[in-house]
């Protein structure tokens, strides 16, 4: 098997065959791209509800459908995909990258590549990572691994069901679990607002009427062998609330929608630079990393909530790796991005002056009436009003042109009686 | 008549404050975009949701297999259309878009295929 390539795409989703899609577009056809999983699509394959694609093509698919675009168009230019195949260590040498990779058919191999780009998506946060007391019996899982088990292999979790964290996975698991007759009791979340999308609380808990405990937090977990109740506690400016405050749920799964973590393991140990808020790595405007020749785009760089901006993002790492692998090195002046009002993180990290740049950012709490301001130091870039901006939706703006006499860029959301 | 609603068609989700009477509304506000009013004149008339659940699946790599109904159906039938889903079984090889459940439940509306699948 042939063990030198131009690009290697760790992770076959949207992020991985976007990324292998666009690079073939801007001229480079010497790409292998690996997943440990035996088939390509990433969590796409999993989430069999429809509404991704909106915007990418202006139809509402089934995570699915939309992997199986690209998959065809991967397949259609040839690009190898090499699966059940994890990547366990990226080394920098001189002039390439040695990825070490463990394959099933294969065993192990060290593939040499001019550039590699991280695709390998995100995990979800887990019981470890959130620390609920109480007892340690069966039935306690993450949202995103009960849509596994059911969405894959065909084998619900349990009857009666409590999903803590108001997530888009929960909120999508508690219809899915609802429609196959499972008992849905509640969905407990500690923020006082829902993590997930308006549109998810009212198609997978209205129409359900499931109810959704805001500021509140699940206090004691109690079952023997498998989980009976949990107890669930009102918070007060984050405080649970005093023993006859709270209420008991009877239960026989506890599903977590508590957040999903960008899966950086490997980049790490590559070396890779991570950013404390987005948990991925801190890239540049072409999304390279504190590594020369390593990329990154996804879930693995900032968890999105839109696969079609998980496209977006990919095509423009794929672009500039290829601007990278041609030659065109040399930088313009840089220049930092900086998070103004309200907003929890702004990607990339930097700016070249004279040159485009596609600004991603997040607000860090619901907001009504809001003007997005972008600015440097000297002259404004952008002004938008903005009726409601939630944490759940993230924020895409193109800039065409930094001004050449930029000091730095800043994103914010200013009220508007200001 | 009054009814407080949150557009459900794109991420926006806008809270939508409607007027209306029997037959027809009368008023939509709080909408960003026009559909919002096709939504809430659905809504509150004749809801409908597309339906995805899995059918079982022989003959191939795995063994249970993404199904959605082609548009959206009544929303009070979303429940009667996965159980009658979790009836079947089909046998691969199977490619996306094809057709599953003719005409579910009289809906005029067919079940298909979200994800090809090959034979074993
Ligand atoms: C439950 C859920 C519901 C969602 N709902 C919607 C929705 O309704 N609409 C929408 O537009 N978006 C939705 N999204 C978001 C969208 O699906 C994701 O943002 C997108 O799939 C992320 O793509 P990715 O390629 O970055 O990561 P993934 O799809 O996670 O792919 C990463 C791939 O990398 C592989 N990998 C990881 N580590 C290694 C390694 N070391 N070696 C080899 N391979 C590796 C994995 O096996 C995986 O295949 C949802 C996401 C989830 C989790
Ligand atoms: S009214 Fe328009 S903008 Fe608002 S949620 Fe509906 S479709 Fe989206």
């Not at chain 1, 509800?49 to 065809?72: Q, S, V």
């Not at chain 2, 063994?63 to 159906?73: D, I, R």
Request: hydrophobic residues 40%; charged residues 25%; aromatic residues 4%.
């Amino acid at each position: 098997m042939k063990l030198n390539f131009d690009a290697l795409i760790i992770g076959a989703g949207p992020a991985g065959l976007g990324a292998a899609l666009s690079l073939k577009e801007n001229g480079i056809d010497d790409i292998l791209i690996v997943d440990r999983e035996d088939s390509p699509g990433g969590i796409l394959l999993q989430c069999i509800h429809n509404g991704f694609g909106l915007h990418r093509f202006k139809e509402e698919l089934t995570g699915p459908e939309y992997a199986e675009r690209d998959i065809n168009l991967v397949r259609e230019r040839n690009i190898d995909i090499l699966l059940n195949t994890c990547a366990l260590d990226i080394i920098s040498e001189e002039n390439h990258k040695t990825v070490v990779l463990l394959s099933e058919d294969k065993g192990l191999l060290r593939a040499k590549a001019k550039v590699v780009i991280l695709a390998m998506g995100c995990r979800e946060r887990n019981r470890g990572n959130i620390a609920i007391p109480g007892a340690r019996p069966a039935g306690i899982l993450t949202a995103g691994f009960a849509q596994k088990m059911m969405n894959m292999l065909g084998h619900p979790p349990g009857n009666e069901i409590v999903i803590l964290g108001s997530g888009d996975i929960g909120l999508i698991m508690a219809r899915r679990l609802s429609w196959e007759g499972a008992r849905v009791k509640a969905v407990i979340e500690a923020q006082a607002y829902p993590g997930g999308l308006n549109r998810n609380i009212v198609q997978c808990l209205h129409d359900f009427d499931i109810p959704l405990y805001l500021s509140h937090t699940i206090s004691n977990i109690l079952g023997a062998k498998r989980i009976e109740s949990v107890e669930v506690a009102p918070l007060d400016h984050g405080v649970p609330a005093k023993p006859e405050g709270r209420f008991s749920l009877a239960c026989d799964t506890l599903l977590l929608s508590v957040g999903l973590i960008p899966e950086n393991e490997l980049s790490l140990k590559a070396g890779v630079i991570l950013d404390p808020a987005t948990r991925g790595a801190v890239v540049d405007a072409n999304l390279m990393t504190s590594v020369e020749g390593i990329f990154a785009c996804g879930n693995v760089l900032q968890v999105h909530d839109l696969a079609d901006n998980v496209s977006e993002e990919a095509a423009c790492c794929g672009k500039s790796a290829a601007r990278y692998l041609v030659g065109e090195r040399v930088k313009k002046r840089e220049i930092p991005l900086k998070t103004g009002n309200l907003v929890r993180y702004v990607l990339p990290a930097c700016a070249e002056v004279g040159k485009e740049v596609i600004v991603s950012f997040r607000p860090i709490s619901p907001a009504q009436n809001v003007t997005l301001v972008i600015k440097t130091d000297t002259e404004e870039l952008l002004r938008k009003k903005e009726r409601k901006i939630f944490p759940s939706i993230m924020h895409r703006i193109n800039l065409k042109q930094i001004p050449e006499n930029a000091a730095y860029l800043e994103v914010s959301f200013v009220s508007e009686e200001k | 008549m009054k009814k407080e609603l949150i557009c459900i068609n794109c991420p926006m989700g806008c809270s939508l404050e409607v007027t209306y009477d029997a037959e027809k509304i009368i008023e939509v506000k709080g909408n960003d975009c026009a559909r919002g009013k096709d939504y809430a004149a659905k809504e509150i008339f004749h809801p409908e949701r597309i339906v995805t659940t899995t059918v079982c699946v022989k003959g191939a790599p795995i063994v249970v297999l993404p199904v959605k109904t082609e548009k959206s159906v009544p929303k009070g039938l979303a429940f009667k259309i996965v159980q009658a889903a979790s009836k079947i079984t089909v046998n691969a090889p199977v490619k996306a878009g094809d057709v599953i459940i003719r005409n579910v439940l009289g809906t005029g509306v067919n079940l298909i295929a979200s994800r090809t699948v090959e034979r074993d």
